[in-house]
């Protein structure tokens, strides 16, 4: 099992925000997290991703708690939904993101050939010596993906990745999960359905921090009651 | 790109030490004394003083992600002038207890910075907390300018405008070991700025230990900022200067902002004291003013520069 959590809380400034999740998911599936705005979905990434102090999470049988930060890394990595336009080359950026693999006594002697090869299976080779801060928005997308791909985790998590990108860049990043999907296990965050219809193998829908229902297909009549406005009784609940 | 990058700090080195070297020769009379017990320890504590703001600035400005933070933006500076005003209120004539004095208060304000922003909990907690430090201090100082009699008065005013001239080696001797070793261990910290460019969160997933990087790092810019304010006054400016001309040069690997901000903001330290020392003889301008009378334009040009 790549990814096991058993019931998760998380309260943040005194406020739910996670209520009894309780989830496995096995490698290799691509799932997927809907539910509307404020249902948990970023904190229930970022919990997997290692930014809450819990031993309610597994990876891969060892919880995450007993982790050090750069064996996380290895393990698990996750694109942001808020990406900076960071003044470095592409190169460079993704260099120093093989960060888990140096450290004073060792040298990452893969460190280019690694990089070379999310390059070509991101497709931005071409890329490789232009600034960050002077790319196109799909473009940046596929560079902050390629730093995640970097650190080879196993479990890869994306915060809503369709956000900044046109139905081009929409399509390719499908196709690149889905390759991806045959090494790793995939876990996203989304409000674009359609697109989620088309890749993900589990669909998991959150409502106020709680688990509202999993399915494998999208179907409207299931979707339309979890994007109803919440009421603020079943927030405070 | 590297290669580029590695040439022109080594440019950045040579240009540094050589032209520095060269200020030594200067202004010496052919007098042996002037240049053993005037001239190096003058030049010396310029260039350090110079380089470890530098490095410092060159930190800040990065772990707060803006372009215009020095430690000084966190009140250390203001601080440390507090203590120097209030040894030289009390009297005190000797360059170390003064010193001292200032130091203690830097080391307190540092304290102060740390404990109310760190209760704050809030993004820019720490900035706030230095900012209203800074206040306090500054307020506090012109209070006691104003109490004071008229030749204490201008005392104050004088070490507050930066003031490099020194007669022997007493005070370079704790500066050089001070900023030699807090530059070195922050420079081993590169790795880990250069991942901060793209946020905290982004260096937090891909394996850096934010909390104790950034604890680390904010001790070792406010212990050296702390020792080089107590020993030549408030010169500010040059820590937000030096590292944005690097980084014009040599582009925004932090291997090569610190190693070159530490070299050129030597350099360019040494320099503004000597032209604040050859513009109106025989007055010596303090170096404070002249790096401030740099500072404020380039403040402007780095605003212009963002816009457009």
């Known amino acids: 099992m790549a990814i096991e959590i058993e019931t998760l809380n998380i309260v943040i400034s005194k406020k739910r925000i996670l209520d009894n999740i309780t989830l496995k998911i096995k490698e290799h599936e691509i799932c997927a997290i809907i539910g509307p705005n404020g249902a948990g979905k970023s904190t229930l990434l970022k919990s997997v991703a290692g930014f809450y102090k819990t031993d309610r999470i597994k990876l891969f049988g060892k919880r995450i708690n007993l982790y050090n930060r750069r064996e996380l890394a290895k393990t698990v990595s996750l694109l942001p939904q808020n990406i900076a336009p960071v003044p470095f080359t592409l190169k460079e950026f993704l260099l120093f993101s093989r960060y888990p693999y140096r450290s004073l006594l060792n040298e990452d002697s893969q460190a280019v050939s690694v990089c070379k090869e999310i390059m070509s299976i991101t497709g931005i080779e071409e890329l490789e010596n232009r600034r960050l801060d002077a790319l196109s928005g799909g473009q940046l997308e596929l560079a902050w993906l390629a730093a995640s791909l970097v650190t080879e985790s196993k479990i890869l998590i994306l915060d809503e990745p369709t956000n900044y990108l046109d139905p081009y860049y929409t399509e390719k990043l499908r196709k690149i999960v889905l390759g991806l999907a045959k090494k790793k296990t995939v876990l996203i965050a989304s409000h674009n359905l359609e697109w989620i219809s088309k890749i993900a193998t589990r669909i998991i829908a959150l409502r106020s921090g709680a688990i509202s229902f999993q399915t494998e297909k999208i179907n409207k009549n299931d979707v339309a009651p979890l994007y109803k406005p919440i009421k603020l009784s079943e927030i405070e609940q | ?308």
């Open chain 2, 1 to 308: 790109m590297h290669t580029k990058a590695k040439s022109r700090l080594i440019f950045i080195l040579f240009f540094s030490i050589v032209t520095t070297a060269v200020m030594l020769f200067l202004r010496n009379y052919g007098n042996n004394v002037i240049f053993y017990e005037i001239r190096i320890p003058e030049i010396l504590l310029a260039f350090f003083a110079g380089a470890g703001l530098s490095v410092n600035g060159a930190v800040f400005q990065t772990l707060f992600r803006n372009d215009l933070a020095t430690p000084y933006i966190l009140g250390i500076a203001s601080a440390a002038a507090f203590g120097a005003a209030i040894g030289i209120q009390a009297g005190i004539t000797s360059q170390i207890f003064l010193s001292a004095a200032a130091f203690i208060a830097a080391i307190f304000a540092t304290i102060a910075v740390f404990a109310f922003g760190g209760i704050s909990k809030r993004p820019g907690g720490l900035l706030l907390a230095g900012v209203a430090l800074n206040f306090f201090f500054a307020s506090a100082i012109m209070l006691m300018q104003y109490l004071a009699n008229f030749t204490v008065s201008f005392e104050i005013i004088r070490w507050l405008m930066g003031n490099l001239s020194i007669i022997g080696y007493n005070k370079v001797y704790l500066l050089i070991p001070t900023v030699i070793l807090s530059s070195f261990a922050i420079f081993r910290f590169y790795d880990e700025l250069n991942l901060l460019v793209a946020g905290e969160e982004f260096a937090k997933i891909h394996g850096v230990n934010i909390s104790s990087v950034k604890t680390a790092l904010f001790f070792l810019t406010s212990l050296s900022t702390a020792i080089i304010v107590s020993i030549v006054g408030p010169i500010g400016f040059v820590g937000m200067m030096v590292p944005h001309i690097i980084k014009l040069i040599v582009g925004k690997d932090h291997k090569f902002v610190l190693a070159g901000s530490f070299f050129f903001g030597g350099f360019f330290l040494a320099a503004s004291s000597e032209i604040g020392k050859i513009v109106v003889p025989p007055a010596q301008i303090p170096t404070g003013i002249i790096t401030s009378l740099l500072g404020g334009p380039f403040f402007l040009w780095l605003l212009i520069r963002k816009r457009n």
